[in-house]
């Protein structure tokens, strides 16, 4: 049973506690170290949640007065679409705090904020390798086989 007491918009005093999670993340997916994001990135992804002109947006899982997880989404076209669609591009909770239901009420943040924006339709991406994450999103939507490819120039 989930004991998240609140899933809420990030707020610029969450800084101090959102860095170590979004750090988390990146670690969790090879970006540390050498690796690691340039500071360059970070604080454009923060300053992003705070433009209006920017569709990138973040919600925080709050308990007992920490932050015990973060996910970040945007708002974008689509050429199968008229209405806008929802890309969950980052999702993230403390390793003590993996299959309490903080990703799962997470994302249904995320369901929600997208649901009153009008936006039908919620997907997001995740490595094969992610067997934990898998089998939640497997429980809360569905996988339709697509294979991502990526080239950078």
């Keep these: 049973m989930p004991h ?5 918009p990030i707020q610029q005093a969450d800084l101090p506690a959102w860095k170590p999670l979004w750090d988390g993340y990146n670690a969790f997916h090879g970006r540390e170290g050498e690796t690691a994001l340039p500071d360059e990135v970070t604080q454009a992804t923060w300053q992003r949640f705070y433009d209006p002109n920017e569709p990138v947006f973040a919600l925080v899982a709050e ?4 932050l015990v997880g973060i996910t970040h989404y945007l708002f974008h076209r689509s050429t199968t679409r008229l209405e806008l669609t929802c890309y969950l591009q980052d999702l993230f909770t403390l390793p003590a705090e993996r299959g309490l239901g903080v990703g799962r009420t ?3 943040g995320v369901y929600e904020k997208a649901e009153s924006a009008g936006i039908k339709r919620v997907y997001w991406q ?5 067997a934990a994450g898998r089998m939640l999103y ?6 339709f ?6 080239h950078d120039t």
């Design 4 to 8: 998240v007491t609140l899933v809420r």
């Design 106 to 108: 997470l994302i249904q």
């Design 138 to 143: 497997d429980k809360v939507a569905k996988q």
């Design 145 to 150: 086989g697509f294979i991502v490819y990526a």
């Design 63 to 66: 308990c007992d007065g920490g």
């Design 126 to 130: 995740t490595h094969e390798t992610n």
